[in-house]
């Protein structure tokens, strides 16, 4: 019934928590912005959609800056749909960029880490082969910079 929910206490496991009554599909505006503060930018794509199952939410997201606008600090994507759970057993988001164009540096990889209680993820990249990640700054970002891909972590 409705508020209800799904219950799997008859089975044998040894969850603390064996209801499952959160289930939720929606879109979102991601924002791709900085730690420091961002204005005056505007999009050639900004789209998101999201699926929230219990507390495990994943995000695809197709961003496009058309102008950059004024972005300071880390990068970050920033609006999503739920606040992040603190603690170094969820901080790492499983973030896959499918696609990045049109940055100011040559990334290999990408990556994303959730900033504890709150609805945003700091971007972090490599430019080399078995080279350390390390923050994307907002100098890395360009006017028409694109990140595509997907986002999993669990909601506070």
Request: negative net charge; proline residues 1%; aromatic residues 8%.
């Amino acid at each position: 019934t409705s508020g209800s929910g799904i219950d799997f206490s008859a089975t044998a496991g040894t969850g603390t928590s064996e209801l499952l009554d959160d289930y939720e599909e929606g879109v979102f505006n991601p924002v791709l912005g900085g730690s420091g503060g961002q204005s005056g930018q505007s999009y050639t794509i900004q789209s998101g959609s999201y699926i929230k199952i219990g507390s495990l939410v994943m995000c695809s997201f197709d961003i496009v800056l058309a102008t950059k606008g004024t972005i300071t600090g880390n990068a970050e994507i920033s609006n999503l749909p739920f606040a992040s759970a603190s603690g170094s057993d969820f901080r790492y988001a499983g973030a896959s960029f499918g696609l990045w164009q049109n940055l100011a540096t040559s990334y290999v990889y990408l990556s994303g880490i959730a900033v504890d209680n709150s609805a945003k993820i700091e971007l972090k990249g490599a430019t080399a082969a078995a080279a350390a990640l390390s923050s994307l700054t907002t100098a890395n970002l360009l006017n028409n910079s694109r990140l595509s891909g997907t986002i999993v972590y669990r909601s506070a």
